[in-house]
């Protein structure tokens, strides 16, 4: 710690003397949140900010964040604190990283986050949402012209053992070969610990080998893009191997006003933490939930949209998948109707999405019907949305349903943003008179020109929400959060 923080020294130092050269740009973000959480822990209440900054000086750049989690909240509704040590306070500097470039060339040292393709092969990258950070740390080498080279390797720590480290290492190229095709390829290799061997004290790790390449047609209103990988994988330094195979494509077509678009996925054994496989669908839905994306699936998905008039808009997206032995299946639809003229707007959308696992005897299905209407009252925007959601589940004989209403809010008054929206789960709509709803508020507003803060109370479902402007996906909780943003 006390060698990071000489070389943090040295580096402002640095930089502060550059100071007053016109070329330095200092920018940054602080970010503070408190959560108090209604749950039978032993805690209830955690805090954490996180401050990161970037210097960039010429051909020069260096960048890092200061994380405090005291102690970390975790998205995960079922992981109580139920036993609070001093453990679980965690604060240091960490995402470090510096770079320099000139002109084509850049040579990256630190947190990486990089993608090969369509992140079929390789993607570093973080989920914010679900609390996932799959960014290695190492060394990045970049070519940017009309070949584009990147070469890298890097080091994520293992996911079931914090102390011992997972390697990734490759390479990826890409050129033009005519005006209109793109040819590329990547070569990949990753190393994972998997035990210690209790005779010899040894770490035993699982090594996967990888190559892909991938192909790009651009013409004047048609667009396909494709690729495939291949990776074997086993105990390090074993013969026997298991094969995996991966095949994405699609293609887009411009036929103003109206866009038609497809694609295709194919994977069998190909799942590894640091690939991002196209989902293929519209709701970004696995084929199961109990199973996880890569294993083994086939599927394809159509959409359209249609640009009626300047202010209507008709979107159609349907996708199917299937694994091999065809006894798991999955079907997502999506369409919207939207017309936007002035202050004055309305939507209708619905969503199907449905799940079949012949092997277990489960089928479920939800369909969503929604409807949008937006005006303008005493000079503010107001928003209210209509959901409801239709749920059907089958295990053996024994079926369920359930509906699941929801009703939003979202008006402005001056610099003020509120959503308020309530949502709940019967069986029947003669229930909805006496049921219990999950109620909450969130109000952002802008205290400096530079600083937001927001403010959400009460229960939340989780899922897919739209509040104040921004979509994202959140988990279940019920309580209060306070979030304090700030740029410079």
Not at 79 to 82: A, G, T, V
Not at 303 to 308: G, K, L, P
Not at 346 to 370: F, R, S
Not at 438 to 441: F, S
């Given at each position: 710690?006390?060698?990071?923080?000489?070389?943090?020294?040295?580096?402002?130092?640095?930089?502060?003397?550059?100071?007053?050269?016109?070329?330095l740009?200092?920018g940054?973000?602080?970010?503070?949140?408190?959560?108090?959480?209604t749950?039978e822990?032993?805690?209830?209440?955690?805090?954490?900010?996180?401050?990161?900054?970037?210097?960039?000086?010429q051909n020069?750049?260096?960048g890092?964040?200061?994380?405090?989690?005291?102690?970390?909240?975790s998205?995960?509704?079922s992981?109580?604190?139920?036993d609070?040590?001093?453990?679980?306070?965690?604060s240091?500097?960490?995402?470090i990283?510096?770079?320099?470039?000139?002109?084509a060339?850049?040579?990256?040292?630190?947190t990486?986050?990089?993608?090969?393709g369509v992140?079929l092969?390789?993607?570093?990258w973080e989920?914010l949402?679900?609390?996932?950070d799959?960014?290695i740390d190492?060394?990045?080498?970049r070519?940017d012209?009309?070949?584009k080279?990147?070469a890298?390797y890097?080091?994520?720590?293992?996911?079931?053992?914090?102390?011992?480290?997972?390697?990734?290492?490759?390479?990826?190229?890409?050129y033009?070969?005519?005006?209109?095709?793109?040819?590329?390829?990547?070569?990949?290799?990753y190393?994972?610990?998997?035990?210690?061997?209790?005779?010899?004290?040894?770490?035993i790790?699982?090594?996967?080998?990888?190559?892909?390449?991938?192909?790009?047609?651009?013409?004047?209103?048609l667009?396909?893009?494709?690729?495939y990988?291949?990776?074997?994988?086993?105990?390090?330094?074993?013969?026997?191997?298991?094969?995996g195979e991966?095949?994405?494509?699609?293609?887009?077509?411009?036929?103003?006003?109206?866009?038609?678009?497809a694609?295709y996925?194919k994977?069998?054994?190909?799942?590894?933490?640091?690939?991002?496989?196209?989902?293929?669908?519209?709701h970004?839905?696995?084929?199961?939930?109990?199973?996880?994306?890569?294993?083994?699936?086939?599927?394809?998905?159509a959409?359209?949209?249609?640009?009626?008039s300047?202010t209507?808009?008709?979107n159609?997206d349907y996708?199917?998948?299937?694994?091999?032995?065809?006894?798991?299946?999955?079907?997502?639809?999506?369409?919207?109707l939207?017309?936007?003229?002035g202050?004055?707007?309305?939507?209708?959308?619905?969503?199907?999405?449905?799940?079949?696992?012949?092997?277990?005897?489960?089928?479920?299905?939800?369909?969503?019907?929604?409807?949008?209407l937006?005006?303008?009252?005493?000079?503010?925007?107001?928003i209210?949305?209509?959901?409801?959601?239709m749920?059907?589940?089958?295990?053996?004989?024994i079926?369920?349903?359930?509906?699941?209403?929801?009703?939003?809010?979202?008006?402005?008054?001056?610099?003020l943003?509120?959503?308020m929206?309530?949502?709940?789960?019967?069986?029947?709509?003669?229930?909805?008179?006496?049921?219990n709803y999950?109620?909450?508020?969130e109000a952002?507003?802008?205290?400096w020109d530079?600083?937001d803060?927001?403010?959400?109370?009460g229960?939340?479902?989780?899922g897919?929400?739209?509040?104040?402007?921004?979509?994202?996906?959140?988990?279940?909780?019920?309580g209060?959060?306070?979030?304090?943003s700030?740029r410079?």
């Open positions: 710690m006390n060698r990071i923080l000489l070389t943090i020294l040295i580096i402002l130092c640095a930089f502060s003397v550059l100071g007053a050269q016109s070329n740009r200092i940054g973000l602080n970010e503070m949140s408190y959560i108090y959480r749950a822990d032993s805690l209830n209440s955690y805090f954490s900010n996180a401050f990161g900054f970037n210097l960039n000086y020069f750049g260096f890092m964040k200061y994380i405090a989690d005291l102690p970390k909240y998205t995960n509704q992981e109580l604190l139920s609070f040590s001093a453990t679980d306070l965690k240091g500097w960490q995402e990283y510096a770079y320099y470039q000139k002109d060339f850049k040579v990256h040292a630190g990486i986050t990089e993608s090969f992140g092969s390789f993607r570093s989920d949402e679900f609390d996932q799959n960014r190492g060394f990045l080498l070519y012209e009309e070949l080279l990147k890298l890097g080091a994520i720590p293992n996911r079931n053992q914090d102390s011992k480290l997972d390697l990734a290492y490759g390479f990826d190229a890409e033009p070969m005519l005006s209109f095709l793109n040819l590329g390829a990547s070569l990949l290799g190393r994972d610990f998997n035990m210690v061997n209790p005779l010899t004290q040894r770490d790790y699982k090594e996967r080998n990888l190559w892909a390449s991938r192909i790009a047609l651009a013409f004047e209103k667009e396909i893009n494709a690729e990988a291949q990776s074997e994988s086993g105990d390090f330094g074993s013969d026997d191997k298991i094969k991966a095949l994405y494509g699609n293609a887009n077509l411009d036929l103003y006003p109206i866009t038609l678009g694609a996925k994977y069998d054994s190909f799942n590894h933490r640091l690939q991002d496989l196209p989902a293929a669908n519209y970004t839905e696995t084929l199961a939930d109990n199973l996880g994306s890569g294993i083994d699936e086939e599927g394809y998905q959409y359209a949209n249609w640009q009626i300047p209507m808009g008709l159609v996708a199917e998948a299937w694994n091999a032995d065809k006894d798991k299946k999955m079907n997502d639809l999506y369409a919207s939207s017309n936007e003229a202050s004055y707007l309305w939507g209708l959308e619905y969503a199907h999405i449905e799940k079949l696992d012949e092997g277990t005897k489960e089928w479920q299905k939800e369909a969503i019907p929604a409807a949008t937006g005006f303008r009252f005493l000079g503010e925007g107001v209210l949305k209509l959901e409801y959601k749920k059907e589940k089958q295990h053996y004989d079926s369920s349903e359930r509906i699941e209403p929801k009703l939003q809010l979202d008006f402005g008054i001056k610099k943003s509120l959503s929206s309530a949502q709940t789960s019967v069986i029947e709509t003669s229930e909805l008179s006496d049921a999950k109620a909450n508020v952002k507003y802008p205290l530079h600083s803060i927001t403010i959400f109370a229960k939340d479902a989780g897919k929400v739209c509040r104040n402007g921004t979509c994202r996906y959140v988990a279940p909780f019920q209060v959060k306070v979030e304090l700030t410079f």
